[in-house]
């Protein structure tokens, strides 16, 4: 699975309306019945997409994400729980939180699908957050901004793909607001004056509107702006509403004459003028905060000037300012999750205990050091790769100092505690006890000339190097053989990696899962198993089933059975890939993301990122019985300690609970899945 990243390009039809249509539908729970499911352990940190604090109590946070999950924070930021999901899906962006500041029960979240950009939800909780509802009027919008005015409460805006959308009576009807013949739409930012609810700004993908009366009439709001700008963020100055800053992907600009005309401020430099948000400090209306792609600008007069107050590395999606102490900022970031600063953004920490928001493509056991595990992530760049729990998943410690933020797809021990890291651009070792991954891509691949030199001579080898930058899904360590599947073909190592022989396998090369079992070996692409009987001296296709596109990982057992988890469902081969079989019979028929083998159990376990669930089968597949339920989609499983310990797609490492059904504490087998 690649990036969940958001660049947005035009859509080519508007969304259609079913509102009326609709019914109301509890798409949540409670924190409560989160409780009763698998604990999030880590490692923490991950995408933030929004913040948003309690109006009567700023220690109540709440944090949006963009898989539709809710987190909360009673501390002020120091400490997170999972809160609520929204939603029946992953997909759902949480872009924008809106509490009401007269009545801080009722709760907005607006958000916008990732699988399909044209679509998107409000959700409204009148309980603050403990159940919540889709709101019929606005149920299919994709929406993308949203605001609550401050000198009326029942006065609501929203921004969507369609156009901008307004309540009058605390966000229980909405009408559109904008003309249909007008080109107010794809709406990106939205701004209330704070002392005039009737005035809206409107920010497009293509320049800024505003309307005077409540969206009886608009005007472009361009003059000063380059033309071709997309408006990320409006705010209004709270004290002088003339006042209005507007940021684009052409920089950040300034009215002072309610956006009659504006300025392009000067101060920050053209490589990070993606200004994300613009945020005011509520406690001195000087003080403006601009979130942007290269880091956190921050300017104390009005923005005459401009300093960058954090890591250009930073991504900063959202800013908040604690209304009773601006010393307190909190930033929602990409990969970094929650950074804190509690001196006027000088200085910025991760904020991130509890936080889980990490793509697991890989969890091992030490198998010399029964406490330690380690994971494998993919997205977070410099703030992922692998990570380290020394007590059994409690912290964690970043271990990644070498692989300069490549993605992690699997991860393998050898015999001698050596950890080898299969990452989107090549082979990495980190020797046991060594604090840096090393490299090991060399490949060498010897070819004897077809005619010898001269009659009777031995024939002559030649020899070529090269270095291996392909994808490297998985890796298998045998006793004798190291072996990984690339992107690039499958190749092997009889001396742990420090060269390598291989390449395309019967006219295949991007190969998705290896594995092997005393000579068997399985190989896949994602549609195609090749198998070899003699440790990969020639080769065989086994005739997998040609509606199978989509294999995400293979098992083999001791007995000589091939498994094959797939988008397709779930397969298996008795007899070494001469037949297969369509596993069902109590397993879901399709989206299986892993198969693994419980040697000491004699029993399969299955998982599907469709349902938490974990499925076992005690007669080699032919029926299965449902397991533990996680609550969470699931990658693949692992058996550590007695208990289950799963990889998900969004939240990290989770784990079984104390009182949960363990069972035996052997090892799984555990494949990575893509």
């Not at 069902?584 to 693994?596: F, H, T, V, W, Y």
Request: net charge neutral.
């Amino acid at each position: 699975m690649g990036e969940k990243r958001f660049m947005i390009s035009e859509p080519k039809h508007l969304v259609s309306c079913k509102s009326l249509l609709f019914v109301l539908l509890t798409l949540c729970v409670a924190s409560a019945a989160w409780a009763q499911q698998w604990t999030a352990v880590g490692p923490d940190g991950g995408d933030v997409r929004s913040l948003a604090y309690d109006p009567q109590n700023a220690d109540h946070i709440f944090l949006g994400t963009s898989t539709g999950t809710l987190f909360s924070s009673t501390d002020g930021g120091h400490s997170w729980s999972r809160f609520a999901h929204l939603g029946s899906g992953e997909d759902y962006v949480i872009d924008h939180l809106v509490i009401d500041p007269q009545s801080p029960s009722k709760m907005f979240a607006a958000a916008w699908s990732v699988e399909n950009q044209q679509s998107g939800d409000m959700f409204f909780s009148h309980d603050s957050g403990k159940n919540w509802e889709t709101i019929p009027a606005m149920h299919g919008k994709s929406i993308r901004a949203m605001a609550i005015s401050s000198s009326d409460s029942k006065v609501m805006v929203a921004g969507a793909l369609d156009g901008v959308f307004r309540s009058t009576d605390g966000g229980k009807d909405w009408q559109r607001i904008s003309s249909s013949n007008q080109e107010i739409h794809n709406i990106e930012s939205i701004a209330l004056d704070p002392k005039d609810a009737n005035v809206v700004y409107a920010g497009t993908w293509h320049l800024a509107w505003k309307t005077a009366d409540g969206g009886a009439t608009w005007r472009h709001i361009n003059k000063g702006m380059i033309e071709d700008s997309d408006v990320f963020s409006i705010i209004v100055d709270s004290a002088n509403p003339s006042v209005v800053f507007a940021s684009a992907c052409s920089g950040i600009y300034k009215s002072q004459t309610a956006g009659d005309s504006f300025q392009k401020i000067q101060g920050i430099p053209f490589s990070a003028r993606r200004t994300r948000v613009l945020k005011q400090d509520p406690s001195n209306p000087a003080i403006v905060y601009a979130g942007t792609t290269e880091g956190l600008w921050k300017t104390m007069d009005e923005g005459k000037t401009w300093k960058r107050v954090s890591n250009p590395d930073v991504v900063v999606n959202d800013v908040m300012v604690d209304p009773r102490n601006s010393q307190r900022v909190l930033l929602a970031t990409d990969r970094a999750g929650v950074l804190a600063s509690d001196d006027g953004a000088q200085s910025f920490l991760a904020s991130n205990h509890g936080y889980t928001h990490r793509y697991v493509t890989a969890v091992i056991a030490d198998k010399n050091d029964a406490s330690a595990i380690y994971v494998g992530v993919v997205n977070d760049r410099e703030q992922g790769g692998v990570f380290v729990s020394h007590d059994a998943s409690q912290h964690w410690i970043q271990k990644s100092k070498g692989l300069d933020g490549r993605d992690v797809f699997t991860l393998q021990q050898a015999s001698n505690g050596d950890l080898v890291a299969g990452t989107n651009r090549g082979m990495f070792i980190l020797a046991r006890n060594a604090s840096d991954w090393s490299p090991i891509n060399n490949i060498i691949n010897r070819t004897a000339a077809s005619h010898p030199a001269k009659k009777g001579s031995k024939a002559v080898k030649t020899e070529a190097r090269s270095i291996l930058t392909a994808r490297v899904n998985e890796i298998e360590i045998t006793p004798d053989t190291w072996m990984a599947a690339t992107s690039a073909g499958f190749y092997t190592s009889s001396n742990q990696g420090k060269s390598w022989t291989g390449g395309p396998v019967m006219g295949k090369q991007d190969f998705v899962a290896v594995q092997a079992n005393d000579g068997l070996i399985a190989l896949a692409t994602r549609s195609d198993v090749l198998v070899s009987k003699d440790r990969g001296a020639t080769w065989k296709d086994s005739s997998l089933s040609s509606y199978v596109t989509g294999i995400r990982g293979i098992n083999v057992t001791a007995d000589g059975e091939i498994l094959i988890a797939s988008r397709e469902g779930a397969f298996r081969s008795p007899n070494a890939g001469a037949g297969w079989e369509h596993m069902q019979n109590g397993l879901p028929d399709k989206n299986i993301s892993s198969i693994s083998y419980d040697d000491s159990g004699k029993r399969l376990l299955a998982t599907s990122t469709e349902t938490g669930v974990v499925f076992e089968s005690e007669d080699a597949g032919h029926t299965w019985t449902r397991g533990p339920d996680s609550g969470y989609p699931l990658r693949h499983i692992s058996l550590v300690h007695g208990r289950f310990l799963a990889a998900t797609p969004f939240d990290g490492v989770i784990i079984q609970p104390d009182s949960g059904n363990r069972s035996a504490s052997v090892k799984v087998t555990t494949r990575r899945t893509n």
